[in-house]
Each structure stands twice: as structure tokens, then as C-alpha cells.
């Protein structure tokens, strides 16, 4: 069987990808103007695009578009129009609504027409491929909520391929193993943090472990984790697989645009044929290479999107480029998420995210740790700590209390020589970090409250 999904737009070397898509753009910014109030506005002033090799430069001093100004734009709804400005088609054109999760304030709405229904299929397919189900797949599709990205869309997605979709979401955690037994479902799909809770407790809910359901290939996504060895190995441990592969999308562009291929070494981009994206650092915005080694935001353009069009969309999802080049021979950027943007930690002057703390934490006390991991803020809006950073990490079940110290001096010291950061780690009883089995907090408040109460 044919190795990609899209096998033109996969393989074409990387700068005619983008060369091809910011023909593209320039379409789609004319429409934008004809069709969009809200981007009517955005761009008054800006002038026509140009053509050719300086579409990419050009593109990268269009104005961003945050999800905040989204949300805005949808407290403002007339009748026959509840997607508020940004939507630019009539309701009659609307066959289905989109939610994002939620996860960083009011959901915001998003539409697709039938074509943008068509156009997320293939993108999700395209991801989904790359990530290695193929048509004889049985994929238990575990995500609860429809209206999410990684819902109805995904579903979408593996039937598009040709894959039958077993979508247990919602059912309780011991019917889903059943469901899979009996269905014989050969691959999984869920957030990283479930995918994990299955293998952790599948033998207490179902009486047989995760390793004996005759699962053989395993999709995590929705949030970072899977990048790092130590969680993916114990994922790969848990379902008696190696075949674990990281994917991410979002409902405000693509709902899946992200999956790694055989070789597992950072997540390929398979949205070439209706998304654009770029990288930017996300403190002065400027436009980022796709260099390995390069971290930014992710930035996002629709090249087709008809109900609900973005034009430089802030992800705020914060990548870090593992490679340009692949052994599968596919030419997208490969990288991993560190975690949102917000979630950055600034030490004396460092950044860091809590994902690269787990990391580190996990490689140098692993044998004693579980992977969860908490650490503090004193108020939400805490980003810069002139302290050590306050971590929690837990031990093992088999790790005596004594043994304590010992762990968290030695993440400390990893930390610190690793990171050059500084944190302060207190290693705490087995379960004694809350699981999640939804998409893990790895940062918490000490007093939400921002009056600074308890
Ligand atoms: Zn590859």
C-alpha cells in the first residue's frame, strides 16, 4: 500500500510546499475581505499581495489573530449569524459547529460548511495515516466530548481512511475495555493522560491489563507528553506496544494537523493541503526558520476554510523543531509541543515549561517516580519566579519514605545542569497528585484567588 496519504504534497521539497500555499493566500485574503466582517476590519489598510517569492515576508507582517479578539468577535451575535463576525457564510451554509475545549476561557464557536466537512476529513485522514491506521483498522476512539475538535472530527477522519471507528467516549472507563475486547479493536485514540490512566489501572477496572487487549497501535494527542521518553515508554509498556505515536491539532483551524510517522522522532505537519503555518516567537512575534532546534508559537492560516476562515491564528501552542528531514521521506517540519505558551516559566531570566521540568525529572529519578507532576504558582498571572520553582513530583509505590530526599535532590541537581534552572522538589506518597483522566494540569495555583486568600 501507498506509504502517504497525499503523496504529492508530502514528499515536494518543503519550499515548494510553501510556495504553492502562499499562491494560495493571496485567494484567500481577497475572500477574506469579500466575505468576513470581522477580517474586513482587521485588514483595512493592508494592501493587495504580491506575487511570488515575497508573499512569505509580506504574509509575516499581516496582522495575528488572537482567540481572544475570536471571542470578542462572538459576544457580538445578530440573529442568523452565532458565530458573530468572524462567520463568513450564511447559517443556511452551516452544517455543523465546532467547540474549542475550553481549556483557557469561554469555548469559542467555530462553523463547517459541507465542503469544510470534506476539507477536515482528509486533514484529519492525512494525520491519522501518517500515524499508521490503515483500512483494517478496528480504532477506539475514547475522546468523550463530540463538539471538540478531537470528537466528531476525528471519527471523520479514520472513516475517511476506511478504518472502522468504535467511538466509546463517554462510556465508563471499565465498558470501554470491554468494548474493545469484544470489538477487537487493534488501535486507540485518547489524550495522552488517558491513554496513560487505561494502562495504569486497565487490570483494576476490567480484570486484565491494558497489554492483554490486543491493541497494537496507540494515538495520544490533545496535549504534550507523549514526546517525552520516559511517558512513552511506560504508554508503550502499558499497552504492550511500540507503536505509540504523538498527534495535535486544533478546532479553531484543523482539528488534527500534527502525527508522527514510523520513525517517532517528532510529529510531521500533514495539514499542507489546506492549512498554512508558520513559527514565531511568540514575546516580539517576529517570523521564526523551521531550523532544527528552533522553538516558537505556532501560527496558522486556512487555506479553504469556508464557515469560519483564520487568517495568522495564535495557537499558543509552543513547538520546538526536531527535524526538517525524514527517513519516511516525507519534507513537512517535524516537531514536538513543549506546552502552551502560557504555561512558560521565566527563572532569573530562563524560560522553561513545566513539560521540560517532567522531562528531565523523569530521566535522571524515573525508577523511583511516577510521571505526574505539579508545580506552584503563588497567583495565576505568575510567570516569572525569582525563587526556586516550587515541583512536586511523586514516588513509586515502591519506594521507601526515606528515599525521599535523596530523589528530589537528585531531580533538583538534574534540573539545575540540565535547564539551568532552579526548583524546589518535594517528592510526595504514591497518588498523592490528583490524576486527570482528561488532559494532565501540570501547573497550579496556590491562591486563584487573586486577592491572595486562601
Ligand atoms: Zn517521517
Known amino acids: 500500500m501507498e506509504p502517504y496519504w497525499n503523496p504529492e504534497l508530502e514528499t515536494k521539497p518543503w519550499p515548494e510546499v510553501v510556495a504553492w500555499q502562499c499562491q494560495r493566500v493571496a485567494q484567500t485574503i481577497a475572500d477574506l475581505r469579500a466575505r468576513s466582517a470581522f477580517y474586513r476590519r482587521k485588514l483595512e489598510g493592508v494592501g493587495g499581495a504580491p506575487s511570488?517569492?515575497?508573499?512569505?515576508?509580506?504574509?509575516?507582517?499581516?496582522?495575528?489573530?488572537?482567540?481572544?479578539?475570536?471571542?470578542?468577535?462572538?459576544?457580538?451575535?445578530?440573529?442568523?449569524?452565532?458565530?458573530?463576525?468572524?462567520?463568513?457564510?450564511?447559517?443556511?451554509?452551516?452544517?455543523?459547529?465546532?467547540?474549542?475545549s475550553g481549556t483557557t476561557g469561554r469555548p469559542v464557536y467555530y462553523g463547517l460548511t459541507r465542503a469544510d466537512v470534506e476539507a477536515w476529513a482528509d486533514g484529519v485522514a492525512n494525520a491519522f495515516f501518517t500515524a499508521g491506521i490503515r483500512p483494517d483498522d478496528v480504532v477506539a476512539h475514547l475522546v468523550s466530548l463530540p463538539m471538540v475538535a478531537g470528537g466528531t472530527a476525528y471519527a471523520l477522519g479514520f472513516e475517511r481512511i476506511g478504518a472502522a471507528v468504535a467511538w466509546l467516549g463517554g462510556l465508563p472507563p471499565e465498558r470501554m475495555l470491554e468494548s474493545m475486547a469484544?470489538?477487537?479493536?487493534?488501535?486507540?485514540?485518547?489524550?495522552?493522560?488517558?491513554?496513560?490512566?487505561?494502562?495504569?489501572?486497565?487490570?483494576?477496572?476490567?480484570?486484565?491489563?491494558?497489554?492483554?487487549?490486543?491493541?497494537r497501535k496507540v494515538l495520544g494527542g490533545g496535549e504534550p507528553g507523549l514526546g517525552e521518553e520516559e511517558i512513552r515508554s511506560r504508554v508503550a509498556a502499558g499497552w504492550g506496544t511500540d507503536h505509540v505515536r504523538d498527534t495535535m491539532g486544533l478546532g479553531d483551524v484543523l482539528a488534527s494537523m500534527w502525527a508522527e510517522c514510523d520513525d517517532a522522532s517528532g510529529m510531521h505537519f500533514n495539514g499542507q493541503a489546506h492549512v498554512l503555518v508558520e513559527l514565531i516567537d511568540p514575546l516580539d512575534q517576529e517570523p521564526l526558520p523551521w531550523r532544527e532546534g528552533v522553538s516558537g508559537e505556532a501560527v496558522y492560516t486556512t487555506l479553504d476554510r469556508e464557515a469560519t476562515p483564520v487568517l495568522r491564528f495564535r495557537s499558543g501552542d509552543h513547538l520546538v523543531v526536531t527535524g526538517t528531514s525524514c527517513r519516511c521521506g516525507r519534507t513537512s517540519p517535524k516537531v514536538r509541543c513543549?506546552?502552551?505558551?502560557?504555561?512558560?516559566?521565566?527563572?532569573?531570566?530562563?524560560?522553561?515549561?513545566?513539560?521540560?521540568?517532567?522531562?528531565?525529572?523523569?530521566?535522571a529519578a524515573g525508577e523511583g517516580l511516577e510521571p505526574q507532576l505539579r508545580i506552584w504558582k503563588e497567583h495565576p498571572t505568575q510567570v516569572r519566579f525569582d525563587d526556586p520553582i516550587p515541583v512536586e513530583v511523586e514516588a513509586r509505590p515502591d519506594v521507601a519514605a526515606e528515599r525521599y530526599s535523596l530523589l528530589a535532590r537528585r531531580v533538583e541537581e538534574a534540573v539545575r545542569s540540565r535547564l539551568q534552572v532552579r526548583v524546589a522538589v518535594t517528592v510526595t506518597p504514591p497518588g498523592s497528585i490528583p490524576r486527570s483522566a482528561y488532559k494532565a494540569a501540570l501547573v497550579q495555583v496556590r491562591s486563584p484567588d487573586l486577592a491572595g486568600r486562601d
Open 52 to 100: 511570488g517569492p515575497e508573499v512569505p515576508r509580506w504574509l509575516g507582517q499581516l496582522p495575528l489573530t488572537s482567540k481572544d479578539e475570536l471571542r470578542r468577535a462572538q459576544d457580538v451575535a445578530p440573529s442568523g449569524q452565532p458565530l458573530g463576525a468572524q462567520q463568513a457564510v450564511d447559517l443556511g451554509r452551516v452544517v455543523r459547529f465546532v467547540s474549542s
Open 338 to 363: 513543549l506546552g502552551r505558551t502560557d504555561d512558560m516559566l521565566i527563572y532569573k531570566g530562563m524560560n522553561v515549561f513545566p513539560t521540560a521540568i517532567r522531562n528531565v525529572a523523569l530521566d
Open 182 to 215: 469484544s470489538l477487537q479493536a487493534s488501535a486507540v485514540l485518547a489524550t495522552t493522560s488517558f491513554v496513560s490512566y487505561l494502562s495504569e489501572h486497565g487490570e483494576r477496572l476490567s480484570g486484565r491489563p491494558a497489554r492483554q487487549l490486543g491493541v
